[in-house]
């Protein structure tokens, strides 16, 4: 959990190991888990910046 914790705090998405446990992140892998919140990040970032 600490990888993925630190991982996303690099891309500005901080999360606590309280707030990790009970997700779906917290039951994949730690390379998808990465993968699927990024993608996520992503995806907000583009409807975000579409609104404006």
Do not use: P
């Not at 990888?3 to 992140?25: A, K």
């Not at 993608?39 to 970032?45: D, P, R, V, Y």
């Amino acid at each position: 959990m600490s990888i993925f914790i630190d991982e996303m705090e690099d891309l500005g998405d901080e999360w606590t190991v309280e707030e990790l446990e009970g997700t779906s992140y917290s039951k994949m892998s730690l390379e998808r888990a990465i993968r699927e919140r990024k993608s996520a990040l992503g995806k907000m970032n583009d409807i975000i910046g579409g609104m404006f």
